[in-house]
């Protein structure tokens, strides 16, 4: 029980700080670090909060792991967004 708890609380950290940093920063801490930035599909503008938090819980539920036919994760896919090289 107490690792179960312990992993929890890790996902939920892991899930309130890339929905914070990819809301203010359009990137999270890692994607900063790789100089990668999440964007809208296919009109490459900021993305609504509501859809940064609905993908990092898809993340979350490991949809990461899926792919579309256009080699787009399933995240992307669901919240039209994607990741891009920042400038």
Do not use: W
Request: glycine residues 2%; proline residues 3%.
């Amino acid at each position: 029980n107490f690792f179960i708890d312990r992993s929890f609380s890790t996902l939920i950290i892991f899930f309130i700080e890339v929905s914070i940093f990819t809301i203010i920063f359009q990137a999270s801490a890692g994607q900063r670090i790789m100089a990668v930035k999440v964007v809208t599909y296919p009109e490459q503008v900021r993305v609504a909060p509501k859809k940064i938090v609905l993908r990092t819980l898809l993340i979350c539920l490991v949809f990461p792991s899926v792919f579309t036919k256009d080699g787009r994760s399933l995240h992307d896919y669901l919240t039209q967004s994607q990741t891009i090289k920042a400038i």
